[in-house]
């Protein structure tokens, strides 16, 4: 696997490169091969073959576009999409032979496959299903009618893959984990190599495969996703974390009713002082005083004491904990931040802590934000989360926010303290504040393994923390997907991957459509007020 570690993305998920490498490696035990791809971006599912002697030659093509259309709602983007980012990339793959490689900028419409030869495809381009069944055609003619065709994304276009199927006469298909598709064509099959086996989902797709059964499976399949789409939204009705009743707005005793340290102190855990400066300037641009940042450093603080701290002796109306990579260059400002705390605070005074993205109790994200994933959904806000994205959270210090003692490490406290504040009677919502978050999208090699490493330990100090708070409980962040039980069972059968996988993925099905029922019922405490002007 860390054959992949020089450029990071591409098929993102571990399950994905671990089967594109199981591919790779079947195809290359039956001696030298040509490998052809569709759709390359930055060359991350390219590494392992431009430094394997087997395969002789490569064939990249790629239309090059900065977005694509795409079968969800949202078109993909491609930031500094060019053959010349892509070969310097590649340059440093160790052993990367770039002579073998061929890059054309185009799309396959307007391409002749009689003169290319490959005998594996993958087809990982425009995510429609108009331009898989193209492309899985131009495949076809590459390899003249034998050798290996693999999609990437196969849930997304799925009718794109029934109708290429309908167009064969023998072939053999079946998916691999996590999002690939493979159509074999008068070849023997690469299922009698364990290490592809192992990748395939389930014994059930061999025996359709065998029974020539793959097709008709597919017409099913989004019957089946339905029904477990289904079953995840029951199961996240059912556990998803809900506002205690209890409570009512009560000042920290102590703590004078209005602050009188101003409106806003920026708290930030530095580890990059060039980057810090550039956010420092982004928010001095944008309207907040050059007073109202205070440094902290990961060497004697924890995000999760911190912010039961600054709570506590901030002397600002909202002291804010923001990430040193987080810009303040999306036209909005101190005033405009004001005006929608303010807004907020009329509409629920009982709230404990807003930011910038969020999940629903639906399992609905939202987004204020660009980063590497995307940008800003459309719905319109505040609007109430379970949990908030840690790049920017603003506290509300008369409602008391706090995070669980004993709980440690630098991921996840943002949920945390969503948590307590509804167990509290308290809430959190979204607000309309957009920023740039340049996040950890190129992390590599070793630095990538400490970074998940990282991740890993306060995963499950966040767990071993809650799991005992918990009879019945899905916790979605705009990242990743928990349950939480003091049940040992009830962890082992609803915990599994696969049910959580299930669950988590309710965040993007739901992007786009009307809010659901459990999250109008939490948007109903909100009262439509019109907001008073914010004070300068």
């Not at 392992?48 to 239309?63: E, N, Q």
């Not at 008369?398 to 504040?421: I, K, W």
């Amino acid at each position: 696997m860390s054959l992949f570690d020089a450029i990071p993305g591409g098929c993102a998920s571990a399950s994905d490169r671990r089967s594109l490498l199981a591919l790779h490696a079947a195809v290359a035990a039956r001696g030298d091969f040509n490998y052809l791809e569709v759709g390359s971006y930055h060359g991350a599912s390219l590494q392992t073959f431009i430094a394997d002697p087997r395969c002789r030659r490569i064939v990249s093509i790629d239309r090059r576009d900065e977005a694509s259309p795409d079968e969800r709602p949202e078109e993909a983007r491609y930031p500094d999409n060019t053959t010349a980012r892509m070969l310097e990339r590649l340059g440093h793959v160790p052993g990367a032979d770039l002579g073998k490689l061929t890059t054309i900028d185009a799309s396959t419409e307007n391409l002749d496959p009689a003169e290319l030869r490959a005998d594996l495809c993958l087809i990982d381009a425009e995510h429609t299903n108009v331009a898989a069944l193209r492309d899985a055609r131009f495949c076809r003619r590459a390899i003249r009618d034998r050798g290996v065709i693999v999609f990437h994304d196969r849930i997304l276009v799925d009718q794109g893959i029934q109708q290429f199927l309908g167009e064969l006469s023998r072939y053999r298909a079946y998916p691999l984990a996590h999002d690939l598709f493979v159509v074999e064509l008068n070849v023997p099959s690469l299922t009698a190599d364990a290490r592809v086996k192992t990748q395939v989902p389930g014994s059930l797709w061999l025996l359709l495969a065998q029974l020539r059964a793959v097709r008709t499976a597919l017409r099913l399949a989004p019957l089946v996703r339905g029904l477990r789409h289904g079953a995840a939204q029951v199961a996240l009705a059912l556990g998803a974390p809900r506002r205690s009743g209890r409570r009512r707005s009560v000042p920290i005793a102590g703590r004078p009713a209005a602050s009188p340290g101003g409106l806003f102190e920026i708290h930030t855990f530095v580890t990059d002082d060039a980057l810090y400066e550039r956010m420092r300037r982004s928010f001095v641009d944008a309207g907040f005083s050059a007073d109202s940042f205070v440094r902290l450093t990961d060497a004697n603080d924890d995000p999760y004491a911190a912010i039961t701290r600054i709570a506590r002796t901030s002397a600002a109306s909202y002291p804010i904990l923001c990430h040193q990579d987080v810009f303040a260059d999306q036209g909005a400002g101190a005033a405009e931040l004001a005006a929608r705390l303010q807004q907020l605070g009329v509409a629920d005074p009982d709230w404990v802590i807003a930011g910038n993205a969020g999940v629903m109790a639906s399992g609905r994200l939202l987004r204020r934000l660009v980063d590497g994933h995307g940008g800003s959904t459309g719905e319109p806000l505040p609007l109430p989360v379970m949990t908030l994205d840690e790049d920017f959270l603003v506290l509300n210090p008369r409602n008391g926010p706090r995070c669980s003692a004993g709980v440690s490490g630098f991921h996840l406290y943002g949920a945390d303290a969503c948590l307590q504040a509804l167990a509290s009677g308290g809430s959190a919502y979204v607000i309309d504040f957009p920023v740039t978050h340049v996040g950890q999208v190129e992390l590599a090699g070793e630095r990538r393994r400490q970074y998940w490493d990282v991740y890993g330990r306060a995963r499950e100090s966040f767990t071993t923390a809650w799991n005992d708070r918990c009879v019945f409980r899905y916790v979605l962040t705009p990242s990743d997907g928990l349950f939480l039980s003091r049940s040992r069972l009830l962890r082992r059968v609803f915990g599994s991957s696969a049910a959580v996988a299930s669950v988590t993925q309710c965040r993007h099905e739901l992007y786009g459509t009307p809010l659901r029922a459990i999250d109008r019922i939490a948007a109903s405490r909100l009262r439509r007020t019109r907001a008073a002007p914010a004070s300068s």
